[in-house]
């Protein structure tokens, strides 16, 4: 179960709050959006819960499994199965999207006590997964993300998701720049990767992608803090009203 | 704190003391005494039996350094070297000349295998993909062993040390010795031919395609020594062959000198590939002591069609001084330069390559990949020129630096020269950092620091760790790993 207990966080170098107490609670097996207008904070949320620099916790929690994550590194959060599919995927020119993974996969086994996969059984493992996703692996022979369109960059992090076998998703914006049919490929990643040892949290800006991707719960998020939750149909509700009855009310 | 900020912070605490390699071998070795004067080449040449042309040779390169001055126009910074204060002759005693591994000191063979190189037949029969390589070992100044003499000799190569070459080869010798870098040619070639000690000797006849990898291991152990090893290589009409050179040199709180010199000599239709995986003493964390290395290494693309191709990994020494150069002489020849040059803590490199057009439709190409972290200078140096009768001369050059923290500087110097105007040259060059947002998405897919840095480096070198002979390349990764790695955490 992801704890956010009354969460204050600024810019390291600023002082500038950009989370004002957030609490939120999602248990393993259920998926919840978090949908608020450009500037309340989403991304600042989803890097904290990944443990980026540049960003202070003045107070607050975040317990993932019972146990703080807060003081671990990046790569620990990611041992502890956090994935935090980007909104803007980092390009990693002369490294193979395989040679990326593989490395990956075995620091994160590595760290979970399993053993490194071997080169075949790797790619036999990738192969699977992709095909489950129907995502063709000839972009794993590419330079990670590098001249990949938008939609080809969201789903090599939806493989790359899927193939790291995380427990808590976070997904940033991942439907920004998507045609439609892109859009069907990252929701059936998505939805496929449901289950309950796995919580998610899916963050967006439109309803549309919740019409994909329905979410157990949905939360307004406006200037750092939930501002409502509620059921699959609150996000239909806020694509008629908007969301200025929560912004004049945080002001 | 920001990655990059944190990679900042470890590289003020950067650990090159840790050296891998940095361990002294203790055999006894018999030196001349120190400083240099014509006594001492010619003491050199005696130790070394050799014939009065050879010694003669020597002398008039001394009596030309002595009129030379140090060149200054690198990017490099150091205290001035006292050239009277040096040993110019270190060999190890119970090695003059051996006549098969046995003979050869117990130790000696432990640091071979403490350095991990492939000296025993045996061990290099076991190794990648039935690799093979013939290796010379270069112990401070004399040739200790070679490897695989004999069934080179079947195809009728000639690989063996500088000395035996000067006593069994002479024509050759005579005819080739100096003839691309002569005597005077600069300060260091001088004093190179003037007091080298030893080195390796390939003679690859015509149309003969060598069978094997040929391999040289160098390494410095005496005090105060310089090692002056000489390599001449000469490729017969339409014949092929591959020579690797590794370096490496225990610590010491002095700086050592080592000034080699590499003649190619490639006729038409034959080719060179020279690999390069240098990896001398560094210094330690304050910039103590560390290897300086004064290369003079060139070419020449003598025949048409002929072709050079030099690759070379550079992450140790305190001073790089070197640019390997072609020289494309005959018609249709082709240079190639591919360098990784990795400097950290205090290192200083200034390196690059010349590729000098005289030849119709020659054609060349440079890769240059610098990687500058902690308080290193990292410069590329390059000359691109043509001839006014080298028509149709075409050059593409790529320079591109990487940055690890902000005490560091990447520097590129080209200088194109074209005579003529039918010449084509093509220059891209690029600096960049590591980003703090690309280590961030590595570390969220469960990469530590250190681990997400060589992989975006490894990444940033790949078009040249490609030109590497396979068996090499894991190894090259794993050596650039290791010299970032006082970088990060």
Redesign the interface.
């Known amino acids: 179960m992801l704890e956010i207990k009354d969460l204050h966080v600024k810019l390291?170098d600023e002082d500038r709050e950009i989370l004002k107490g957030l609490t939120l609670t999602i248990p393993k097996g259920e998926v919840h959006a978090i949908m608020g207008p450009n500037g309340s904070g989403k991304s600042t949320l989803a890097y904290v819960l990944?443990?980026?620099?540049?960003y202070e916790v003045t107070s607050g929690d975040i317990l993932w499994d019972g146990e703080s994550i807060l003081e671990m590194?990046?790569?620990e959060?990611?041992?502890k199965g956090v994935?935090?599919a980007?909104q803007y995927?980092?390009e990693?020119?002369?490294?193979a999207g395989f040679?990326?993974l593989r490395?990956?996969?075995n620091?994160?086994r590595k760290?979970r006590g399993l053993p490194e996969l071997s080169t075949p059984d790797f790619m036999k493992f990738v192969k699977a997964k992709a095909e489950r996703l129907n995502i063709n692996t000839d972009m794993l022979k590419r330079?990670v993300n590098v001249g990949f369109s938008g939609g080809e960059k969201k789903r090599a992090e939806i493989l790359?998701m899927e193939v790291?076998e995380p427990t808590l998703c976070v997904l940033d914006e991942t439907d920004s720049g998507l045609d439609i049919d892109a859009l069907r490929i990252v929701s059936d990643g998505v939805n496929s990767m449901r289950s309950p040892e796995r919580a998610m949290l899916v963050i967006t800006h439109y309803q549309r992608l919740l019409n994909h991707i329905v979410p157990d719960r949905v939360h307004v998020m406006v200037d750092g803090k939930i501002r409502k939750s509620g059921d699959a149909s609150l996000a239909k509700e806020l694509e008629k009203s908007g969301y200025a009855e929560y912004q004049s009310k945080a002001a | 704190m920001p990655a990059v900020q944190e990679t900042i912070e470890q590289v003020r605490k950067i650990d090159v003391d840790q050296y891998k390699y940095g361990f002294e071998t203790k055999i006894d070795t018999v030196k001349a005494p120190k400083g240099l004067s014509e006594d001492i080449v010619r003491f050199i040449s005696e130790k070394k039996g050799e014939p009065a042309w050879m010694l003669e040779w020597r002398l008039e390169a001394y009596r030309r350094w002595v009129n030379m001055t140090e060149p200054t126009w690198a990017k490099v910074d150091y205290p001035k070297i006292d050239f009277n204060d040096l040993y110019y002759y270190a060999a190890p005693k119970s090695t003059e000349g051996p006549k098969s591994l046995d003979e050869v000191d117990p130790e000696l063979l432990a640091t071979y295998e403490k350095l991990g190189i492939p000296l025993r037949e045996r061990e290099v029969l076991a190794g990648v993909q039935g690799a093979r390589v013939a290796v010379d070992a270069v112990f401070d100044s004399v040739s200790v062993v070679t490897t695989f003499k004999d069934e080179l000799k079947k195809a009728g190569v000639i690989f063996c040390s500088m000395s035996e070459a000067v006593r069994e080869h002479p024509e050759l010798i005579k005819k080739y010795l100096g003839s691309v870098v002569p005597q005077g040619d600069n300060f260091y070639a001088a004093l190179n031919a003037a007091v080298f000690s030893d080195g390796s000797f390939v003679y690859v006849p015509e149309g003969v395609r060598c069978p094997m990898e040929l391999s040289t291991y160098f390494r410095i152990n005496e005090k105060q020594t310089g090692q002056f090893e000489r390599t001449l290589i000469i490729a017969e009409k339409g014949s092929y062959v591959s020579y690797l050179e590794g370096c490496t040199a225990p610590m010491r709180d002095e700086h050592q000198l080592h000034a080699a010199v590499v003649e190619l000599i490639a006729l038409d239709d034959a080719e060179i590939k020279y690999s390069t995986v240098q990896n001398w003493y560094p210094g330690d964390k304050n910039g103590k002591g560390g290897i300086y290395n004064f290369v003079t290494k060139r070419g020449d693309c003598r025949g048409d069609r002929s072709k050079i191709s030099w690759t070379q990994v550079e992450t140790g020494s305190a001073i790089t001084w070197k640019y390997p150069s072609c020289i494309l002489r005959g018609n249709e020849s082709r240079g190639e330069f591919y360098s990784i040059a990795v400097s950290n803590g205090w290192q200083q490199v200034d390196s690059g390559t010349k590729m000098i057009h005289l030849g119709k439709n020659s054609s060349s190409r440079i890769i240059s990949k610098g990687i500058a972290a902690g308080h290193s200078q990292n410069t590329y140096r390059g000359l691109v020129s043509a001839h006014r009768k080298a028509t149709g001369a075409r050059n593409f050059t790529n320079c591109d630096s990487l940055l690890i923290g902000d005490k560091c500087g990447a520097h590129t110097v080209p200088y194109i020269e074209a005579k003529n105007n039918t010449a084509h040259f093509e220059h891209e060059a690029t600096t960049s950092k590591i980003s703090d947002d690309t280590l961030f998405y590595c570390r969220q897919r469960g990469l530590s620091q250190e681990e997400a840095v060589a992989l975006v480096v490894n990444g940033f070198v790949r078009d040249v760790l490609q030109q590497l002979p396979m068996e090499f390349m894991a190894e090259t990764q794993k050596l650039i790993g290791i010299s970032l790695e006082g970088s990060v955490g």
């Open positions: 390291a990944a443990g980026r620099d540049g590194e990046p790569e959060r990611a041992a994935f935090l980007f995927p980092m990693i020119p002369g490294v040679t990326f490395t990956a996969v620091a994160v760290a330079p790359q790291l």
